[in-house]
């Protein structure tokens, strides 16, 4: 499965992103993760075919993962951005439905990754 995301990009605070990720076949689950300049990666955003979805608290009514599973689409709106926000996002997938609302994301979990798209949120 190749897996690419598109749509980063420079914004200010306050502003608004989509990302978008293609997968090159269907999967059990397609996630969302970020890593900023001197942390370790963390998941961000998950959903699975039935669109059971998952948010770590940091984005949680701030960002939505939109699924279209007919495409092997996975988007994710990102609103009142933060400069917290800036980081590398990557794409994933997983062969297993292992994204569930009440499980934290791991990056161990998914097969597949992107190359990654850099969001900064600068003023």
């Known amino acids: 499965v190749q897996v690419t995301e598109s749509g980063g990009g420079s914004v200010q605070p306050g502003g608004s992103l989509r990302l978008s990720c293609a997968a090159s076949?269907?999967?059990?689950?397609m996630a969302w993760f970020r890593r900023a300049p001197g942390k370790e990666r963390e998941g961000v955003a998950c959903?699975?075919?039935?669109?059971?979805?998952y948010y770590v608290d940091s984005v949680k009514g701030r960002f939505t993962v939109i699924r279209l599973n007919a495409n092997y689409i996975m988007y994710l709106q990102m609103n009142l951005l933060k400069s917290e926000d800036t980081a590398m996002y990557y794409c994933?997938?997983?062969?297993?439905?292992?994204?569930?609302?009440?499980?934290?994301?791991?990056?161990?979990?998914?097969?597949?990754w992107g190359q990654g798209t850099q969001v900064t949120v600068t003023s």
């Open positions: 994933a997938a997983a062969a297993d439905r292992v994204c569930q609302p009440w499980k934290k994301l791991e990056d161990t979990d998914y097969n597949y």
């Open positions: 076949q269907g999967s059990g689950s």
């Open positions: 959903v699975d075919q039935t669109h059971y979805e």
